[in-house]
């Protein structure tokens, strides 16, 4: 016995962090067994929340089964985007503390191996989901939570109220100086029943003009007919004489946006894609500093928000070994904690900088920074 402690203290075991199929392919199915289980019981539950919400009003409408699946299905994709992260560290929690129940940590660590080795499957995943993650915000997302809107109202609304509903649309420029009425609305053809307004600097009111019709052309910029113009006077108060023109045209120059920026704009801004938020951004150079702010934060923090998922898994690991010996309900509440802690702050943070009081990268990136930071503290600290 003497001779084989003496044998391991001169020849300690090396660390191993080459490829182990055996071991890695069963780490990996533990993993997604635990978390195909979470994630479904998560879905199960927001679906519930949205059948509970929205279920009488396609009922009282008498909308035809299909239908009313098609809505909730579109509804999905939104739910999974928050179901994602919540369900990858409970899920390394649940795999990490099963494995020192039964006692395979230990013999995991003591064959060379460290948990930060054993839980490389479970980083793999992590990496993937985070991509995944971010595609559904990106480019799913905004389509089918569009598409559930739209559905919903012409379900549950007579036909003008939904023909308004998706024709009708105002438009107040970023840097305050147009405000845009359409009666109909065509991002690709033209816009029927247009009034458009122009604001001096101050914000007094410089002129409007009222037309049967507009379309925007790549080269002439804004051509509208049949119109109506009206100046007003310096405080903007009083109308002057109005004149009518058979056709009126506003190059790039005097008004810079587009079909496209008009309808991007209208929308929230947590609904549109990182492109498009970043090429409003470049287009507007006198946005508004609130606009700007708040079009900021947004940016980076859809950036962040996907690699919650990557940042469950990591700080999943320490906290599973750091209650390795307290059991599986101890790491269960400790993520339930954290991710709570995670989204409260990201969102106190995100709400700080849409006003101005923080910094747009501040709101948006460092409360993910801060809880990578504090997970790799504790994998040093715990040298895993």
Same mark, same amino acid.
């Given at each position: 016995?003497?001779?084989?402690?003496?044998?391991?203290?001169?020849?300690?075991?090396?660390?191993?962090? $080459?490829? %182990? !199929?055996t071991?890695?392919?069963?780490?990996f199915?533990?993993? @997604?067994?635990?978390?195909?289980?979470? +994630?479904? &019981?998560?879905?199960?539950l927001?679906?519930?929340?949205?059948?509970?919400?929205?279920?009488?009003?396609?009922?009282?409408?008498?909308?035809?089964?299909?239908?009313?699946?098609?809505?909730?299905?579109?509804?999905?994709?939104?739910?999974?985007? $928050?179901? %994602? !992260?919540?369900?990858?560290?409970?899920?390394?929690?649940?795999? @990490?503390?099963m494995?020192?129940?039964? +006692?395979? &940590?230990?013999?995991?660590?003591?064959?060379?191996?460290?948990?930060?080795?054993?839980?490389?499957?479970?980083?793999?995943?992590?990496?993937?989901?985070?991509?995944l993650?971010?595609?559904?915000?990106?480019?799913?997302?905004?389509?089918?939570?569009?598409?559930?809107?739209?559905?919903?109202?012409?379900?549950?609304?007579?036909?003008?109220?939904?023909?308004?509903?998706?024709?009708?649309?105002t438009?107040?420029?970023?840097?305050?100086?147009?405000?845009?009425?359409?009666?109909?609305?065509?991002?690709?053809?033209?816009?029927?029943?247009?009034?458009?307004?122009?604001?001096?600097?101050?914000?007094?009111?410089?002129?409007?003009?009222m037309?049967?019709?507009?379309?925007?052309?790549?080269?002439?910029?804004w051509?509208?007919?049949?119109?109506?113009?009206?100046?007003?006077?310096?405080d903007?108060?009083?109308?002057?004489?109005s004149?009518?023109?058979?056709?009126?045209?506003?190059?790039?120059?005097?008004?810079?946006?587009?079909?496209?920026?008009?309808?991007?704009?209208?929308?929230?801004?947590?609904?549109?894609?990182?492109?498009?938020?970043?090429?409003?951004?470049?287009?507007?150079?006198?946005?508004?500093?609130?606009?700007?702010?708040?079009?900021?934060?947004?940016?980076?923090?859809?950036?962040?928000?996907?690699?919650?998922?990557?940042?469950?898994?990591?700080?999943?690991?320490?906290?599973?070994?750091?209650?390795?010996?307290?059991?599986?309900?101890?790491?269960?509440?400790?993520?339930?904690?954290?991710?709570?802690?995670?989204?409260v702050?990201?969102?106190?943070?995100?709400?700080?900088?849409?006003?101005?009081?923080l910094?747009?990268f501040?709101?948006?990136?460092?409360?993910?920074?801060?809880?990578?930071?504090?997970?790799?503290?504790?994998?040093?600290?715990?040298?895993?």
């Amino acid at each position: 016995m003497e001779k084989m402690n003496l044998t391991t203290e001169l020849y300690p075991v090396k660390r191993k962090w $080459f490829f %182990l !199929p055996t071991l890695d392919f069963y780490i990996f199915s533990e993993f @997604m067994v635990y978390s195909c289980i979470l +994630m479904l &019981v998560f879905i199960v539950l927001f679906l519930l929340g949205d059948v509970f919400n929205d279920l009488s009003d396609f009922l009282d409408s008498k909308v035809p089964m299909a239908r009313t699946i098609q809505y909730f299905i579109l509804k999905l994709p939104g739910n999974i985007r $928050f179901v %994602l !992260p919540i369900s990858m560290l409970l899920s390394c929690m649940w795999t @990490m503390a099963m494995f020192g129940k039964h +006692m395979e &940590v230990t013999a995991m660590r003591a064959s060379g191996l460290s948990l930060m080795r054993c839980g490389c499957p479970i980083f793999i995943v992590g990496l993937f989901v985070t991509g995944l993650n971010f595609w559904f915000n990106e480019m799913l997302i905004p389509y089918t939570e569009r598409e559930a809107v739209i559905l919903k109202v012409a379900a549950t609304k007579s036909k003008e109220e939904s023909l308004s509903f998706q024709k009708m649309l105002t438009y107040r420029s970023p840097d305050k100086k147009r405000t845009w009425l359409f009666k109909y609305f065509d991002v690709d053809g033209k816009q029927n029943q247009a009034t458009l307004k122009s604001f001096r600097s101050d914000g007094s009111l410089e002129w409007d003009i009222m037309a049967d019709s507009s379309e925007f052309d790549s080269k002439k910029g804004w051509v509208f007919h049949n119109v109506t113009k009206t100046p007003y006077s310096t405080d903007g108060l009083m109308p002057k004489a109005s004149s009518k023109l058979n056709e009126m045209t506003y190059t790039r120059e005097e008004i810079t946006e587009t079909p496209t920026d008009i309808l991007n704009a209208v929308k929230d801004e947590d609904e549109l894609p990182i492109w498009v938020i970043w090429d409003v951004l470049r287009k507007t150079k006198n946005m508004a500093p609130r606009c700007r702010a708040i079009f900021e934060s947004v940016l980076w923090y859809r950036l962040a928000y996907p690699w919650s998922c990557f940042l469950a898994v990591f700080l999943g690991i320490p906290l599973a070994t750091k209650n390795e010996r307290s059991g599986i309900m101890a790491a269960v509440i400790s993520s339930i904690v954290i991710i709570v802690v995670y989204y409260v702050v990201s969102m106190g943070f995100l709400m700080l900088g849409k006003q101005g009081v923080l910094p747009p990268f501040v709101a948006g990136m460092l409360p993910t920074l801060g809880f990578i930071i504090f997970g790799w503290y504790n994998v040093v600290r715990n040298r895993i």
